[in-house]
């Protein structure tokens, strides 16, 4: 049913499914206040496990193998047959390592935007614009264009020469010594600083020097560097910056909301 064998093919096949639908576009308008916000919450919980999951296959990719076994399929979409990939995947021996994490990352994708989607929903039955048609969600094509439609509020908004980093996938890239680079979390400005200390500066000029390993940036209290909650565009578990002591750090976006750099940064594949 699926391009599985080939790896390249099985994650083209997975990226055609990363939006919700149009015929359930019309039926998410119509749907209760209540019902939206539950539905955003309950989206926004499974992503964060999503999130955790390939966070913690880092170290150990047989944790993937944990994950969906686990996993209860009844939490996952039948929008593009995405429950039933999972169960033909999550049998599949080690060999499909790289399938199954594929799989995660590009599911991720799909749940990011329906959280946008339902966000958006949440702000239009809010008041913030009357809507009479529900035909201006048949435009939706991206995560960017979606946000760009929702008229997010951000202080700052994020330069043309930035991309956005692929959701899931780690991108090394190189802090010259005493030099720093300007960081988007949503519409929030960091700066990422290197030296022999790298760290991140907040746009209020708050310092989080990085530690050696892991550094999960986010609104989360547990998170490694706390963003102010009032941060509301930034999620709970936004970025992950892994640095290992060297001019190098790897990041990945975690986050419903993006992570931009700028675009030369961005490998051309994953741009």
């Known amino acids: 049913m699926w391009a599985i064998e080939n790896l390249k093919d099985f994650e083209h096949a997975l990226s055609a499914r990363s939006k919700v639908p149009p015929q359930h576009l019309s039926d998410l308008m119509d749907c209760s206040e209540s019902k939206v916000q539950r539905e955003a919450k309950s989206v926004g919980h499974i992503l964060k496990r999503f999130a955790q999951a390939v966070v913690g296959s880092l170290d150990n990719t047989a944790k993937i193998d944990s994950f969906l076994l686990e996993l209860d399929l009844k939490c996952i979409s039948n929008d593009h047959d995405w429950r039933a990939i999972f169960e033909e995947i999550r049998g599949r021996d080690r060999a499909f390592d790289g399938h199954k994490r594929i799989l995660l990352v590009q599911y991720m994708q799909y749940l990011s935007f329906r959280k946008e989607l339902l966000d ?7 008041g913030l614009e009357k809507t009479t048609s529900h035909a201006h969600l048949d435009a939706f094509q991206s995560l960017d264009e979606l946000g760009q439609q929702r008229g997010v509020a951000t202080k700052v908004a994020i330069p043309k020469s930035f991309g956005r980093l692929p959701l899931g996938e ?3 890239i190189s802090l010259k010594s005493k030099g720093c680079l300007d960081i988007h979390l949503a519409g929030r400005r960091f700066r990422l600083s290197g030296g022999r200390h790298p760290c991140l500066v907040t746009e209020s000029g708050i310092t989080h020097f990085l530690l050696r390993g892991r550094n999960i940036i986010g609104r989360h209290p547990e998170s490694g560097i706390v963003v102010d909650p009032d941060f509301s565009d930034v ?15 790897s990041v990945m976006d975690l986050s419903s909301r993006g992570t931009y750099l700028p675009a030369e940064l961005i490998p051309p594949r994953q741009r």
């Open 120 to 126: 958006f929903i949440c702000q239009k039955r809010a």
């Open 235 to 249: 999620s709970r578990t936004h970025l992950l910056i892994q640095w290992g002591g060297s001019g190098f750090v």
């Open 170 to 172: 780690l991108v090394e």
